[in-house]
C-alpha cells in the first residue's frame, strides 16, 4: 500500500503546467536615432504594435560581470549587407538597446514577452555572412544625457579622483589611489 498525498494547485499554475512550451524566441529592438530596428530571432511577432522581422538575429550567451551589469553578443544576418550597412551607416557605440524573450506555444502563438536585457550596443565586428554586435546592460533607473548611457560602473562617484590635491588649513595633501 502506497501513501498518496493530493495536492491542489491555484488554476492559474495549472493553466501554465498544461501549456506545451518550444524552444524561447528572442525580439531585439535596437533604437537608432532616427530610425528603430525590430529583429526576432524565429518567427514574425508583433509586440506592442511593433513587427518584429523574422529569422534576422541570433542572441548569444549573457552573463554578469564584476560591476554588475549582464553583457553578450547579438549576431544579425548580413544578408545582402544589410547588418553591415546597418552598423557602418552610423556608430553603434550607445546605442539603446532591448532585448525581450518569449517561448512559442505547440499549436500556435507565443507567450507574452518579458523584457530580458535593456542596455546599449558597445561594440561590433563585420563579417560576410553576419555580423555581431556586444551589449553591456544598464539599470533601470538609468539617467540618460543625449548619445551616452550611465551604467553601474559609471554611476557617480562623491570620493575625490586620484591626484586631486586638498587643501586643509595650510597644508596641501596630494591624493594617491592605494594600489
Known sequence: MTNQIKRNLPSAVETELAIDFTRPVYLVKML??????HVSSNIQIVFDSDTYIEGQVAVG???WNAN??????IILSNEGNSASALILGGTINDVPIEIYKTYLI??????APQLWVKG???????????SSIDVLS??????????????????????????EVITWGEELFLLRAQQ
Open 106 to 111: 505547440s499549436g500556435g502563438g507565443n507567450t
Open 32 to 37: 537608432f536615432t532616427g530610425s528603430i530596428v
Open 61 to 63: 550567451s549573457f552573463t
Open 68 to 73: 554588475g551589469a549582464q553583457q553578450g553578443r
Open 138 to 163: 544598464t539599470t533601470a533607473s538609468t539617467s540618460f544625457i543625449p548619445s551616452r548611457y550611465h551604467t553601474v560602473a559609471e554611476g557617480h562617484n562623491w570620493l575625490p579622483v586620484d591626484g
Open 120 to 130: 546599449v550596443m558597445n561594440g561590433s565586428k563585420v563579417g560576410a555572412s553576419r
